[in-house]
Nanobody
Framework: QVQLVESGGGLVQTGVSLTLSCAAS????????MAWFRQPPDRERQFVAA????????RYADFAKGRFTISRDNAKNAGYLQMNNLKPDDTAVYYC?????????????WGQGTQVTVSS
């Protein structure tokens, strides 16, 4: 079992940067792949980025490439999503997830989400 808690969301203006954090507890976090997803208002949940257990394998959604960076610190049982040049379309609840492999779809463990609102 892995418990995940996101933090770092908030209300920001267009163009700024924001870093989300995901604190993990429970079973060995370092053995799990980790990912970020988001759910914009009135839309389905979207894959954002994923990273392998050792941090060397990353995948990004097309909208995230070049603006978002996923990373992790296994010594701290933490994952991060750095988001640059935020746009109103990035407004969503952001979730971190952990699972057995890097995937755009299926993860076993999920956090409760953190709201990011980007004002124009």
């Amino acid at each position: 079992q892995v418990q995940l808690v996101e933090s770092g969301g908030g209300l920001v203006q267009t163009g700024v940067s924001l870093t989300l954090s995901c604190a993990a507890s429970g079973s060995a976090f370092s053995t799990y792949a980790m990912a970020w997803f988001r759910q914009p208002p009135d839309r389905e949940r979207q894959f954002v980025a994923a990273i392998g257990s050792l941090g060397s394998n990353t995948r990004y959604a097309d909208f995230a490439k070049g603006r978002f960076t996923i990373s992790r610190d296994n010594a701290k049982n933490a994952g991060y999503l750095q988001m640059n040049n935020l746009k109103p379309d990035d407004t969503a609840v952001y979730y971190c997830a952990a699972g057995l492999r890097v995937s755009k779809f299926s993860y076993e463990y999920w956090g409760q989400g953190t709201q990011v609102t980007v004002s124009s």
